[in-house]
């Protein structure tokens, strides 16, 4: 049934798993090449940025708690949430996404043997990493990091208004975080074109690849344009130019096209990923292939196409926007994401579902982004943004979906931990950190979502004179000590199941190609690959008898599969 | 080779008339010269490969009845190890650090880039690790 | 009715044994291809077995009412809402405000909401089910089937359809918002670090203030009021939360819309844009006064304050140290 790739490059069965020459230790590790290092590097660091952004939340949380708090001070305060946000959207969210898990999956689950240019890859991965650090160091200058807010609109971003190297820092660790997305995005688009294995068409591809594709698509038409403003703005702090100024003749507006231009694919670059996670979790966790494929593929270009079309939905409130091609171009945007809910659930459906902590936690995806979906539906309604834009209900709407993100990113870790590990993680730990997480999100953002209709704007340090708004800040606090228990409870479980529970080839009885090989996979992915004839050549592989069918169409041994 | 060409392409075409749209509708430049470009970007791979895809023949990733056996033999270069990218971005960081504290940081910002950009090069000549 | 009772009791002690499975589980056995066991895999999860006939009796009975009962509860929460509510809709936590646009732009909160209610009671409903009817139940692998053209066409054109409506409904407020009936009285309002200045151009009024000051704008009650708002520096946002509105005030920009305040009152707003150090106390308060209390207020305010007001530049604020003490609270939520 099975067969040999012969080339040079896959390793022999008598390696095991590591080349037998080369440097070793800490040389090992800054000249590799590997994407399955480079990957777990990216997913190291972009959880190490994701507790470093979680302890500015806590600290934001711990402030909002009374009214007229005086924990931290107005200019301290406003460092906090620019940075929170800088760091979890630009050096957490979308590093783990297409840096992280996609540079370790995307190889193996189309039969490659790393990415298409391996050097370009770990420089990618240095690119990141010196550009967090750059971006990290404001705090240690004398006027602090930046504190603009993540969006550092013109001209409150200019030199006038936020003089100081916090403000430089950012842009420069921007710059750097930039390249290193961009060279992602050719790597990824370059593999998944030129690397898959034979009979892997793109339509047998997981749709997990098939995410990441769009996502480096979106990369590649979005991020140029975040550097170019970027530089404009360094130009106007430092060389003198009035790209953005009223006073030289130009227009601050122009700043916020072109950086929501790039910011909102930045926000589907971070979402589809995580999509492609679930999508790989249900199947497997339903024991059923994921339902309407070509829908989810189709469904998810439409969202990358849609998603170039909408950026000025963040600036209803400008009065100088064309607001029914952006009113309308963003409630399209919600059909696309309700295929795929659709989807979703229709691959549960008359499925045999075993809850392990990586389908809890795509479930728990699948609630916290039908709320920030859904309120995102409200927002794309001009009038109803109006009394939204700039409060706390926006603030409790892009939460939901990040930290449904979150959740799909840790059902992510258990799904594939194994895989790139070789050792499962606990389940009793996984499913109490489930929980806190999941009951956490929901205390956290509910209040939010009240807050902002009862009129809190965003990014104030204290409320003096609205004490009855503290009710709800209370509670949103224990929403947000919550997840940051579940956060602990993921590191009090990577230590307990340190090289605990050996994991196997396939502990999930996975679908995709990845579970064919060894965990971790050998060096360049494969000893052997499989004949490939469907979206699942592992099933296939495994459960001869079991291809997929149409609907209505009973299992049949003599019937030739759809696929 | 088609699958990739036609993806491209009709994301080239939506962009295309989304532009147009957004021009004439919008008024408003930004807008409209970003989207054309994202228009441009998506046309140029895509008519290579549209073009491409016409000439070569059919490769095993892209026949259903594909064997793993078609595959066989070299697919590509996969360099080894190297210390050029590491010291790449160490190059890059201090160019960028020049931004902020002051423009002598220029030179070993490009002076290490400049190195590992040569190094690099001669690495991938002399096929470098595996 | 005993055997419904049993098989009720049999069921909620095999809800709480799979709640269980939610909390707790054994590690994975190992699985490896040679052995191919399906059974080593779910040795954590066997406690299901034991009460399946149970469950299998109780889906039964359900499953003739399955679709009624589907239908029912997705319509059951809202109606039943409705009703509580003595047949009005309920406000989804939003407020109608005191301005004939707020209370459109509420009334459009409010449609929203019940179609959010609708296909999100539809969409939890959906997964409920699947979770708890299509939970494992053996090692049975279940039919393998991929897709349905019908239904998934179903929920293409349905969604697009809800979009349509919502966006044209959206398109009808939209358009009262941005209309330019003819106004009474205008009111020029510049944003500035950190405070408001309100100028009645024509009245030779100006009021300006700075953080809690609390700035007052004082306008009359029916009648259509015309702002013109702009930014002497960063970019501000004139956010009156009673008013169901906000706007950005750009430097360079005019941005102009108009009010038709329909209640009297104080309604205590403040900036949400970022705009520097002192954006959280970037307070000011709308008045809306009937018109007699207006014309009185404009002469108080025309006799004193054309003096001060014309020391007073747009760029500079109002006092060497920006006041950041409450002067006094007026305790209003």
């Not at chain 1, 589809?272 to 249900?282: R, S």
Request: a neutral charge.
């Amino acid at each position: 049934m099975t067969d040999v790739l012969d080339p040079p490059i896959l390793a022999q069965p008598g390696d095991h798993g590591h080349a037998h020459e080369g440097p070793t230790g800490i040389l090992k590790w800054l000249t590799t090449t590997d994407h399955k290092i480079i990957g777990l590097s990216y997913t190291v660091t972009s959880v190490i940025m994701m507790v470093i952004g979680g302890a500015l939340a806590e600290i934001i949380r711990a402030q909002l708690t009374s009214s007229n708090n005086s924990l931290v001070s107005l200019a301290q305060y406003n460092e906090l949430f620019t940075m929170h946000g800088s760091v979890m959207i630009y050096l957490f969210a979308g590093p783990f996404a297409f840096g992280g898990l996609a540079n370790i999956l995307v190889p193996i689950q189309i039969g490659a043997p790393d990415m298409a240019f391996p050097r370009l890859n770990a420089l990618s991965y240095w690119l990141y990493l010196m550009g967090s650090i750059t971006m990290l160091m404001g705090f240690f200058t004398a006027g602090g990091a930046a504190n603009f807010g993540w969006v550092a609109y013109a001209p409150l971003s200019n030199s006038i208004n936020t003089p100081g190297a916090g403000a430089d820092l950012w842009i420069a660790g921007l710059l750097l975080t930039g390249f290193s997305a961009i060279f992602t995005g050719v790597n990824l688009t370059a593999t998944i074109f030129y690397l898959r294995a034979p009979g892997m068409t793109m339509f047998r591809m997981p749709i997990f690849t098939w995410n990441m594709l769009v996502t480096a698509i979106l990369i590649l038409l979005a991020f140029p344009v975040l550097t170019a403003g970027l530089i404009m703005l360094y130009c106007d702090r430092h060389f003198g130019t009035h790209i953005f100024s009223v006073q030289g003749g130009g227009v601050p507006v122009l700043w916020q096209h072109i950086f929501w231009f790039w910011g909102h694919p930045e926000v589907y670059i971070l979402a589809l990923p995580f999509f492609g996670m679930v999508t790989e979790i249900i199947p497997v966790f339903s024991r059923k292939p994921v339902f309407g494929y070509k829908g989810m593929v189709f469904a998810t270009m439409t969202i990358g196409a849609l998603s170039l079309g909408v950026w000025a939905h963040h600036m209803f409130t400008t009065g100088v926007v064309l607001l029914p091609f952006f009113s309308i171009m963003s409630f399209l945007i919600a059909v696309p994401t309700g295929i795929k809910f659709f989807n979703w659930i229709g691959t549960m459906w008359r499925g045999e579902i075993w809850f392990s902590t990586a389908m809890l936690m795509a479930i728990g995806f699948l609630f916290t982004f039908l709320v920030g979906g859904i309120t995102g539906i409200y927002l794309a309604s001009p009038p109803i943004d109006f009394f939204t834009h700039d409060t706390y209900f926006v603030v409790a709407h892009f939460h939901s979906i990040v930290m449904a993100l979150v959740l799909g990113a840790m059902g992510g870790l258990y799904y594939w931990g194994p895989k790139i590990t070789g050792y499962l993680l606990n389940e009793t730990i996984g499913k109490m950190q489930f929980w806190f997480l999941f009951i956490g999100i929901q205390v956290f953002t509910f209040p939010m979502y009240l807050l902002g209709l009862r009129g809190m704007p965003r990014r104030v340090a204290a409320y003096p004179l609205h004490p009855s708004w503290q009710t709800l800040n209370e509670l949103s606090t224990v929403g947000a000590v919550m997840i940051g228990v579940s956060t602990v409870l993921f590191m009090v479980n990577i230590g307990y199941s340190w090289k605990k529970y050996p994991a196997g080839d396939n502990p999930w009885d996975g679908h995709t190609l990845e579970w064919f090989t060894t965990s971790p996979p050998p060096h360049h992915n494969f000893y052997r690959l499989p004949r490939i004839r469907s979206e699942r050549p592992t099933w296939d592989y495994n459960h001869p008898d079991r291809p997929a069918k149409a609907h209505g169409h009973h299992d049949n041994q003599d019937e030739v599969p759809v696929v | 080779m088609r699958v990739e060409a036609r993806i491209l392409l009709s994301l080239g075409s939506f962009f295309g008339f989304m532009s147009a749209l957004y021009w004439f509708w919008g008024h408003e430049n930004a807008g409209g010269v970003m989207i054309f470009a994202a228009m441009l970007l998506c046309f140029v791979p895509g008519s290579y490969y549209f073009w491409w895809s016409r000439r070569m023949k059919e490769r095993p990733e892209d026949d259903p009845n594909a064997t793993q056996a078609q595959g066989a033999g070299v697919i590509g270069a996969f360099p080894g190890t190297s210390i050029w990218p590491f010291t790449l971005a160490m190059g890059a960081f201090f160019v960028v650090l020049a931004l902020v504290f002051g423009i002598w940081f220029l030179v070993p910002g490009f002076g290490l880039a400049a190195w590992a950009l040569f190094g690099g090069t001669a690495e991938g000549r002399r096929g470098g690790t595996h | 009715m005993r055997t419904l009772v049993l098989s009720l009791v049999a069921r909620s002690t095999a809800f709480l044994h799979g709640l269980a499975g939610l909390v707790t589980s054994e590690p994975f056995a190992l699985h490896s291809r040679e052995t191919d066991s399906d059974a080593s895999l779910f040795r954590g999860l066997d406690t299901h077995h034991s009460v399946k006939s149970s469950t299998k009796l109780l889906e039964r009975i359900l499953n003739r009412r399955r679709l009624w009962c589907r239908v029912r509860r997705v319509v059951a929460l809202p109606i039943a809402a409705l009703a509580l509510a003595g047949c009005t809709v309920p406000t989804f936590g939003a407020a109608p405000g005191v301005t004939t646009s707020s209370r459109s732009a509420y009334h459009l909160w409010q449609g929203f909401s019940i179609g959010a209610a609708l296909i999100g009671s539809l969409v939890v409903v959906l997964i409920l089910w699947t979770m708890v009817f299509h939970r494992r139940k053996g090692d049975n692998i279940p039919e393998q089937s991929q897709y349905h053209i019908p239904l998934e066409l179903t929920y293409v054109i349905v969604p697009i359809l809800i979009v349509i409506g919502l966006f044209a409904w959206t398109m009808v407020v939209e358009n009262q918002e941005v209309a330019n009936p003819k106004t009474s009285v205008t009111i020029n309002v510049n944003a500035f670090q950190w405070g408001w200045k309100f100028t009645y151009p024509g009245q030779d009024v100006v009021v300006i203030g700075q953080t809690t000051q609390n700035p007052e704008m004082v306008m009359p009650v029916n009648e259509n009021v015309h702002i013109n708002l702009t930014s002497t520096d960063v970019i501000h946002s004139f956010y009156v939360h009673d008013f169901n509105f906000s706007r950005l005030a750009l430097p360079g920009v005019l941005n102009q819309f108009t009010f038709r305040a329909v209640n009297t009152g104080t309604f205590q707003s403040q900036c949400s844009e970022i705009c520097g150090l002192y954006h959280s106390l970037m307070y000011f308060r709308v008045k809306v006064v009937t018109r007699p209390q207006y014309e009185v207020w404009l002469e108080s305010k025309a006799n004193a304050g054309v003096a001060q007001a014309s020391r007073i530049t747009n760029n500079q604020q109002t006092s060497s140290v920006v006041p950041t003490k409450l002067t006094k609270s007026k305790g209003d939520n």
